[in-house]
Every structure is written in structure tokens, then in C-alpha cells.
């Protein structure tokens, strides 16, 4: 998922950081690159995944492009930051990966 969220970000603001748009279109579009980069690596993953929502949130109200786009991303992005990375990224290896064990039903 980290890859999907990752690559649709990238995808998505190549086209705006190499045109001339506008500032306000530019800095959001470095932003998600950048944030993009983060989760396709695995680093910082719930910090990366809670900011892509809240400014995929304002481009949905403010910008007015690709609404539907914008909302699945920002909905992925807030499952990533509550799932975590994964086994195979950088949070694993610095801090370990975390395993949640649900105990069977007593009877």
C-alpha cells in the first residue's frame, strides 16, 4: 500500500513541479513529492500518512482538481499512518517492527 500511495503521489506532482504553475499549486506539489518519497521508503510513515491526508483534504476544498484522486489518496494515506509500514521499510529496521497477537475466544 505504501508503494501504491507512494507512486500515485509522485505520479500525480511530477507534471506540476515541472510546468509553471502558480506558488500556490507548487509548494503542495514539493510537499507530496516529498512525502510521496517518504512512504514509498518506509520512513516516518504515520508522521508522512497523517500530512498527505490534511493537504490532500485542503486541495480537494481549495484547488477544486481531481477530487476523487485526491480523496482515495488522502484515505490511503490515513490507513497507512494508522497500519504503519510494514515489515520491509526503514521505521521496521530502526525501530523494530511491531506484531499485534489476538488471543483466542476463551470457552
Known amino acids: 500500500m505504501r508503494l501504491v500511495v507512494g507512486s500515485v503521489l509522485l505520479l500525480g506532482t511530477g ?29 516516518w510513515t504515520p508522521l ?14 481549495a484547488v ?9 489518496t488522502g484515505t490511503m494515506a490515513v490507513a497507512l499512518a494508522m497500519l504503519g509500514p510494514g515489515r520491509w521499510s526503514i521505521d521496521a529496521r530502526l525501530f523494530g517492527w511491531r506484531r499485534i497477537d489476538v488471543p483466542g475466544r476463551k470457552q
Do not use: R
Open 15 to 43: 507534471p506540476k513541479l515541472w510546468s509553471d504553475s502558480p506558488f500556490h499549486l507548487t509548494v503542495p506539489s514539493t510537499l507530496l513529492a516529498a512525502l510521496g518519497l517518504l512512504l514509498v521508503v518506509g520512513l
Open 48 to 61: 508522512a500518512g497523517v500530512i498527505t491526508a490534511v493537504i490532500e483534504a485542503w486541495q480537494i476544498l
Open 64 to 72: 477544486n482538481e481531481h477530487p476523487v484522486l485526491g480523496l482515495l
